[in-house]
């Protein structure tokens, strides 16, 4: 399984960006897909959940902001993010739940400052 994750950067509060994650090693179109991401000295969170069966959750503190969606083609999965603030500043990493086994990518840094 691996899981590469890219898009990170700075951006200044009210910006976008957009993260991609590319997926191998396993069946992607039934797999379920996240991005957790995690500030200095905080634990990882869930950030966003697409399922396989492209059910989505959110958390609270992106709703409406962030989109995540996938691509089974491509094997990607990616996660929209607009009106950035700089509490989303963190590692974003990517994740897949598998046999009850999660693996993680090599996260991306996002910055969001002034």
């Known amino acids: 399984v691996q899981l590469q994750a890219f898009g990170g950067g700075f951006a200044q509060p009210g910006g976008s960006l957009r993260l991609s994650c590319a997926a191998s090693g396993f069946i992607f179109r039934i797999a379920d897909m996240g991005w957790y991401r995690q500030a200095p000295g905080n634990q990882r969170i869930l950030v966003a959940l697409?399922?396989?069966?492209?059910?989505?959750n959110y958390a609270d503190s992106v709703k409406g902001r962030f989109t995540i969606s996938r691509d089974n083609i491509r094997r990607r999965v990616y996660l929209q993010m607009n009106n950035l603030k700089p509490e989303d500043t963190a590692i974003y990493y990517c994740?897949?739940?598998?046999?009850?086994?999660?693996?993680w990518g090599q996260g991306t840094l996002v910055t969001v400052s002034s």
């Open positions: 697409i399922t396989g069966g492209g059910r989505i």
């Open positions: 994740n897949v739940l598998i046999n009850s086994r999660s693996y």
